[in-house]
């Protein structure tokens, strides 16, 4: 059962909980949740925040992977929240780039760029996290269906999501009975501008790309599942079942 924060509400922290996927997340939790959401950025001029806060208790942070400050940041804000009664019983992982990079353009800085956002910053979120979520929560991950079917103009970032895959049985084990863990591997559910929709649809046994509800929707099923840890589940309409 999810502890309670002191108005009576469920407290989450949705890491990367901004743009896109982030964002749409956070809209559809905030009926029902208290949310912290952090940027790597400031958060002045995001009007969709003071919407939510009619109805919820919204909490913004500042977690830059790029700072060298990161982790006296990150303690700093969660033990700021554990003094003012936030009991944090859920947290999603979300923040992460999607760089194109084929064989021939590969260089020292450009692999630590895209593996310090979407592998190291991640791993350094989880273990700050993990000591200040309560007995019960559960802790998800979002990974990408590339652990499966690299692709192969982003070898890169596929390297650093299989990396992140090893992380949820891994931290599962460490972190258990306490606090579960879940990844999730998604497929197309927001395509990028300028992208073909109806291709991409074509290229799932479903016949349709996804959706933003369609991942709050397996957030949702992993919290309230009291007997589900250190699995990934795949959300990709069974993309990788369809031939190149």
Same mark, same amino acid.
């Given at each position: 059962m999810e502890r309670i924060s002191r108005n009576e509400r469920a407290c989450w922290v949705l890491v990367g909980g901004r743009q896109r996927l982030g964002r749409a997340l956070a809209e559809n939790l905030a009926r029902d949740h208290d949310l912290v959401l952090t940027s790597s950025r400031p958060w002045d001029g995001e009007t969709w925040v003071n919407d939510l806060s009619k109805t919820a208790r919204i909490r913004t942070l500042v977690w830059n992977a790029e700072s060298p400050e990161l982790n006296s940041r990150m303690m700093a804000d969660l033990e700021s929240l554990k003094a003012e009664g936030w009991a944090i019983s859920g947290a999603v992982l979300l923040a992460g780039t999607f760089p194109e990079h084929p064989l021939g353009t590969w260089t020292p800085d450009l692999l630590e760029a895209t593996w310090r956002l979407n592998l190291g910053f991640?791993?350094?979120?989880? +273990? @700050?996290?993990?000591?200040?979520?309560?007995?019960?929560?559960?802790? +998800? /991950? !979002? $990974?990408? @269906?590339? /652990?499966?079917?690299? *692709? !192969?103009?982003? $070898?890169?970032?596929?390297?650093?999501?299989?990396?992140?895959?090893?992380? /949820?049985?891994?931290?599962? +084990?460490?972190?258990?009975?306490?606090? &579960?863990?879940?990844?999730?591997? !998604?497929?197309?559910?927001?395509?990028?501008?300028?992208?073909?929709?109806?291709? $991409?649809?074509?290229?799932?046994? $479903?016949?349709?790309?996804?959706?933003?509800?369609?991942?709050? &929707?397996? #957030? &949702?099923?992993?919290?309230?599942?009291?007997?589900? @840890?250190?699995? /990934?589940? @795949?959300?990709?309409?069974?993309?990788? *079942? #369809?031939d190149r």
């Amino acid at each position: 059962m999810e502890r309670i924060s002191r108005n009576e509400r469920a407290c989450w922290v949705l890491v990367g909980g901004r743009q896109r996927l982030g964002r749409a997340l956070a809209e559809n939790l905030a009926r029902d949740h208290d949310l912290v959401l952090t940027s790597s950025r400031p958060w002045d001029g995001e009007t969709w925040v003071n919407d939510l806060s009619k109805t919820a208790r919204i909490r913004t942070l500042v977690w830059n992977a790029e700072s060298p400050e990161l982790n006296s940041r990150m303690m700093a804000d969660l033990e700021s929240l554990k003094a003012e009664g936030w009991a944090i019983s859920g947290a999603v992982l979300l923040a992460g780039t999607f760089p194109e990079h084929p064989l021939g353009t590969w260089t020292p800085d450009l692999l630590e760029a895209t593996w310090r956002l979407n592998l190291g910053f991640p791993f350094l979120c989880a +273990q @700050t996290l993990a000591p200040h979520l309560v007995e019960g929560a559960c802790l +998800q /991950i !979002l $990974l990408d @269906t590339s /652990i499966h079917r690299p *692709w !192969l103009k982003r $070898l890169p970032y596929s390297a650093a999501k299989a990396g992140l895959a090893a992380l /949820i049985p891994g931290l599962a +084990q460490l972190l258990a009975p306490k606090v &579960r863990v879940v990844g999730h591997a !998604l497929g197309v559910l927001l395509p990028a501008e300028g992208s073909d929709g109806a291709f $991409l649809a074509e290229r799932t046994l $479903l016949k349709r790309i996804g959706e933003p509800a369609d991942l709050a &929707r397996a #957030v &949702r099923y992993a919290a309230d599942s009291p007997f589900l @840890t250190g699995e /990934i589940l @795949t959300l990709d309409g069974g993309r990788r *079942w #369809v031939d190149r």
